[in-house]
């Protein structure tokens, strides 16, 4: 039996914002972007060349050029390579140069996905069974699309992990006393982790029940 008085309140009191979100400790981008870099002349001159080429097959090239964006959608344009020195496109009609121009479209709406139910071992050896739903919308459509090949798996198994992480080093008692707080610190993990990925952890809601007790000691 724990005798420390503290420990449920310090659960209770635990937030997600002011504990995590420390601007200083997050990891930085592994994807350098180069939209500051000016051009080179072959650049330049290919898309000379592929506007002549839109101006020559007017008006057919606009069924190409032209795209139209919905109030959810995002446009994260790649020219020759390399990251448009401009924000998203969007929403609304945008420009793009069919030649040279490659189109991504990022959906911004909020989205979720089941934390599918896992065996937890707390550290006073009780098993518990724990699944739960994690909500979260890309803040940065270029972090989104250039620093994480999938951002909802990379998401989904970061929270997978983070969750058995979390729950196996505290007992039992104490995540009974304060239900909030395993939610609030894996959103809290969770949102510094994803930050250089784009994406914001909007809410994370936890389930969790008593199975049984290991047989195992306890040192």
């Given at each position: 039996m724990d005798n420390n008085p503290t420990t449920?309140?310090?659960?209770?009191?635990?937030?997600?914002?002011?504990?995590?979100?420390?601007?200083?400790?997050l990891p930085q981008r592994n994807v350098k972007t180069s939209e500051n870099v000016p051009p080179t002349c072959a650049e330049k001159t290919l898309f000379v060349l592929s506007m002549i080429l839109i101006v020559i097959t007017l008006p057919w090239s606009l069924f190409c050029c032209l795209r139209v964006m919905s109030e959810y959608e995002r446009a994260v344009i790649l020219r020759l390579g390399r990251l448009r020195p401009k924000p998203p496109r969007g929403p609304g009609l945008i420009?793009?140069?069919?030649?040279?121009?490659?189109?991504?479209?990022?959906?911004?709406?909020?989205?979720?996905?089941?934390?599918?139910?896992?065996?937890?071992?707390?550290?006073?050896?009780v098993t518990i069974s724990i699944d739960g739903v994690v909500y979260y919308s890309i803040k940065s459509p270029f972090d989104a699309m250039l620093q994480v090949y999938d951002p909802e798996e990379a998401t989904e198994k970061l929270a997978m992990t983070t969750l058995r992480n979390v729950a196996g080093t505290h007992k039992l008692?104490?995540?009974l006393s304060s239900k909030e707080y395993l939610s609030n610190q894996i959103e809290g993990i969770l949102y510094n982790s994803t930050?250089?990925?784009?994406?914001?952890?909007?809410?994370?809601?936890?389930?969790?029940?008593?199975?049984?007790?290991?047989?195992?000691p306890i040192n």
């Amino acid at each position: 039996m724990d005798n420390n008085p503290t420990t449920p309140a310090l659960l209770a009191q635990s937030s997600s914002v002011n504990v995590f979100h420390d601007e200083s400790l997050l990891p930085q981008r592994n994807v350098k972007t180069s939209e500051n870099v000016p051009p080179t002349c072959a650049e330049k001159t290919l898309f000379v060349l592929s506007m002549i080429l839109i101006v020559i097959t007017l008006p057919w090239s606009l069924f190409c050029c032209l795209r139209v964006m919905s109030e959810y959608e995002r446009a994260v344009i790649l020219r020759l390579g390399r990251l448009r020195p401009k924000p998203p496109r969007g929403p609304g009609l945008i420009f793009i140069v069919p030649c040279i121009d490659v189109l991504a479209v990022v959906d911004i709406r909020t989205r979720s996905f089941d934390l599918h139910r896992q065996e937890i071992l707390t550290r006073d050896m009780v098993t518990i069974s724990i699944d739960g739903v994690v909500y979260y919308s890309i803040k940065s459509p270029f972090d989104a699309m250039l620093q994480v090949y999938d951002p909802e798996e990379a998401t989904e198994k970061l929270a997978m992990t983070t969750l058995r992480n979390v729950a196996g080093t505290h007992k039992l008692m104490d995540l009974l006393s304060s239900k909030e707080y395993l939610s609030n610190q894996i959103e809290g993990i969770l949102y510094n982790s994803t930050e250089p990925w784009g994406i914001r952890v909007e809410r994370v809601e936890m389930i969790y029940s008593a199975a049984r007790r290991s047989s195992c000691p306890i040192n």
